[in-house]
């Protein structure tokens, strides 16, 4: 596709339960970024990969989240045992490689735990 | 010292008029500081970016205004419009191997017809 495609758009899970988001992005991008938007709030920075590199998880906020981009192309989020302050949309971006570049994002997906 | 620190929250202007949005930060490793517009529903998109080595840039109605000195940037737009409402959110990045933004909290812009 032409962006970043996130799936699901929309996630309802209830709580305790494991959820996985997906992120595939802009074909040839080797900079991936996942972000966490609560409720009016600004963008929480989740976890960076870049090319082979180890990725940068220093902004994921516990145990229960973690990250895997498979053959440095899509990329999936998982939330184990969701709480209800999970509750936000989670945005995924990519780059080209390289400083400075522009960071494309994806629509989000928005997920509520009940 | 990772904090990128915007105001205001919110802000609330006439059309034709200026809005004005102000962001700081500490980190003075910090070269990359673009700003980015979200409509509701949507991702952020890129807006406009400064580098430190310039004090201004503009494109079009819009503008940055950077002060290395006082390690602050602020984003300008003239003859605001209504469809310039929306969520402005300024960020920072280090060079080098890690290109991770650092995002304001954003600013909530509603432009009056």
């Known amino acids: ?28 991008h080797t900079a991936l970024y996942w972000y966490r938007q609560s409720l009016g709030q600004g963008l929480e920075f989740l976890i960076y990969f870049q090319g082979n590199s180890a990725p940068d998880k220093s902004g994921l906020p516990s ?23 999970d509750s936000a949309v989670y945005l995924c971006a990519s780059s080209l490689q390289g400083v400075n570049t522009e960071a494309f994002f994806g629509q989000g997906t928005r997920l509520t735990v009940v | 010292q990772q904090q990128v620190k915007q105001s205001p929250q ?42 430190p080595d310039v004090s201004e840039k503009k494109e079009g109605r819009f503008t940055i205004s950077f002060n290395k000195s006082a390690k602050q940037f602020s984003l300008h737009i ?17 060079r080098g191997a890690t290109n991770k933004l650092i995002f304001g909290t954003g600013t909530l812009l509603a432009v009056q017809p």
Request: net charge neutral.
């Open chain 1, 1 to 28: 596709g032409a962006g970043v495609s996130q799936s699901p758009s929309n996630k309802v899970t209830e709580k305790g339960k494991d959820v996985e988001l997906r992120c595939d992005p802009i074909s040839g």
């Open chain 1, 63 to 85: 145990d229960r989240f973690s990250a895997e981009r498979t053959g440095g192309s899509v990329s999936t989020l998982t939330i184990q045992r969701t709480q209800q302050e």
């Open chain 2, 10 to 51: 919110s802000l609330i202007v006439q059309k034709g008029g200026i809005s004005i949005i102000n962001c700081a930060y500490e980190n003075t490793a910090f070269d990359y500081f673009p700003w980015y517009q979200q409509f509701p529903g949507k991702g952020p998109a890129l807006l406009i970016a400064i580098r």
């Open chain 2, 78 to 94: 003239m003859d605001s419009q209504p469809g310039d409402s929306a969520t402005y959110f300024c960020a920072a990045s280090i």
